[in-house]
């Protein structure tokens, strides 16, 4: 197939290039080359390559700054994946969309299905709910698939900048009130090439298995890491950071399994693998 990835130079757009380019004729772009809030350019663009499927890596994904810059954050999260849509729809083409736990706000204390109830708690939240409402409005042929905690070799992420810490510190505060899926880009990249053989279309959550709080991650990366550091709990208003999270965000990945798909492997098991790349 032939298949446009925006946002390729992202976390998870660096894998979407490692994984599907084997099978797969890619047209990458980034935010220079097709910047998805620029309609006409979009609209012309994917009119002339005329793909099979668009995969949407890129976001305004600073979760803090979206509160400051929150034009840019609707602007890009929003509109920009309307104008995506909008494109899709002129060459009858799927979108591959991805959203995110923080359409949710934390009230929840089971995994969460793809029909849970939505309400988002920061601007980056709402922000990318507009992406999936202008989707859901516009196409008919789509996958939403929300993830959470990302991670990959190809970014800032929470396990580089918890052993970037651990070099200078003996003592690292973590939150302990905030609980969610871990999920390495990789195994989502490989999740999203398998539902994209398919003709399943419709909202997934896709995350690694298992839970837990940044705090329990945080000790086991140094865990793994074989790295000596205590990790002290504090809640999250303790923490203060511009943007609310949700304190409970697991996504159950019901859709994916209910379609025949194997549960994405446990998160203990894909960080193991990532600190061994990356030590
Ligand atoms: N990271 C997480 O923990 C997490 C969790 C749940 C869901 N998600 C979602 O997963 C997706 C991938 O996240 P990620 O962590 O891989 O993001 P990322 O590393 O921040 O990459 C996002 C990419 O989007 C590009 N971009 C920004 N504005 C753009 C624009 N106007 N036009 C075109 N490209 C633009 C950026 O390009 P430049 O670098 O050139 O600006 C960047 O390469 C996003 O939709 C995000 O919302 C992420």
Redesign the pocket.
Known sequence: MKILI????????HDLDKVLADKHELVL????T????DKQHIIDFICDVKPDIVI???????VDACEENQGLAY???GE?VRNLALACKEVDCALV??????VFDGTAREPIGEDGEIGPISVYGKS?LKGEEAILEILDKYFIV???????I??K?FPKTMLELAKNHHEITVVYDEVGTP?Y?PDLARAISDLIETDYYGIYHLTNSGSCSWCEFARYIFEVAEVDVEVIPVTASEFARPAPRPSYSVLDNKNWIQKGFKPLRDYKEAIREYIELIK
């Open positions: 925006t946002g390729s130079n992202g976390m998870l757009g772009t980034t935010s220079k097709l910047d998805i809030t949407n890596s890129a976001a305004y994904t600073d602007c890009v999260n920009g969309h991805i959203s995110t736990d923080y990318k929300r993830t959470a905690w990302l991670y990959g190809n970014g992420n999920t880009t």
